[in-house]
Nanobody, 120 residues
């Protein structure tokens, strides 16, 4: 079965950190760009960050620049999202998704999501 599985979400206080993981099962991530998206209650899903298949190119939403870092380890078939200086407005379900490149709107696979809650 081809799937992406996110992990690493949880409850954290404002200013804290979390590292999300996106692991592929049934296929290799080597040839895919991977994007992180999030959806807060009552809001539309938004793009957070994306990393190219080689890892040589990354981009970030303005709201997370300087706080989040995306990376990948193709040997482990996993992409990470390091989230620092978390704010309550970062609370959302975070999803990873694979696509041919970061400029493409066509998603090949979605993960099931992991909840991130930032609250004191």
């Amino acid at each position: 079965q081809l799937q992406l599985v996110e992990s690493g979400g949880g409850l954290v206080q404002p200013g804290g950190s979390l590292r999300l993981s996106c692991a592929a099962s049934g296929f290799t991530l080597d040839y895919y760009a991977i994007g992180w998206f999030r959806q807060a209650p009552g809001k539309e899903r938004e793009g957070v960050s994306c990393i190219s298949s080689s890892g040589g190119s990354t981009n970030y939403a303005d709201s997370v620049k300087g706080r989040f870092t995306i990376s990948r380890d193709n040997a482990k078939n996993t992409v990470y999202l390091q989230m620092n200086s978390l704010k309550p407005e970062d609370t959302a379900v975070y999803y990873c998704a694979s696509r041919s490149n970061c400029a493409s709107n066509f998603i090949d696979y979605w993960g099931q999501g992991t909840q991130v809650t930032v609250s004191s």
